[in-house]
């Protein structure tokens, strides 16, 4: 089945960078959309960045100008460059990816999240 496994959170000082990778797996024919979200605790979830098959992005407009989503399709992997990090960006980051398997001519999928702190 497929799987996606995100890595590169971790403990940074405000201004500080930081960039995370999201790699799939599985029996996968193509991916289409890939994003990024994340939720902070007693908060909703909410969209960071999104970026399609061929490389049109969008961002959310509290990272404009920090952050940047970029993909590799040979590696199945979608990355979130993160640079000024500022406290409010603290959260658990979970990649998403619209991806034709064999199973499912579409569908969506969620990694586990890793968690992103920015505190001095």
């Known amino acids: 089945q497929v799987q996606l496994v995100e890595s590169g959170g971790g403990l940074v000082q405000p201004g500080g960078s930081l960039r995370l990778s999201c790699t799939a797996s599985g029996s996968i024919f193509f991916i289409n959309t890939m994003g990024w979200y994340r939720q902070a605790p007693g908060k909703q979830r909410e969209l960071v960045a999104t970026?399609?098959?061929?490389?049109?992005?969008n961002y959310a407009d509290s990272v404009k100008g920090r952050f940047t989503i970029s993909r590799d399709n040979a590696k199945k992997t979608v990355y979130l460059q993160m640079n000024s990090l500022k406290p409010e960006d603290t959260a658990v980051y979970y990649c998403n990816a619209d991806i034709r398997s064999r199973l499912r001519p579409r569908d969506d999928y969620w990694g586990q999240g890793t968690q992103v702190t920015v505190s001095s």
């Open positions: 970026i399609t098959s061929g490389g049109s992005t």
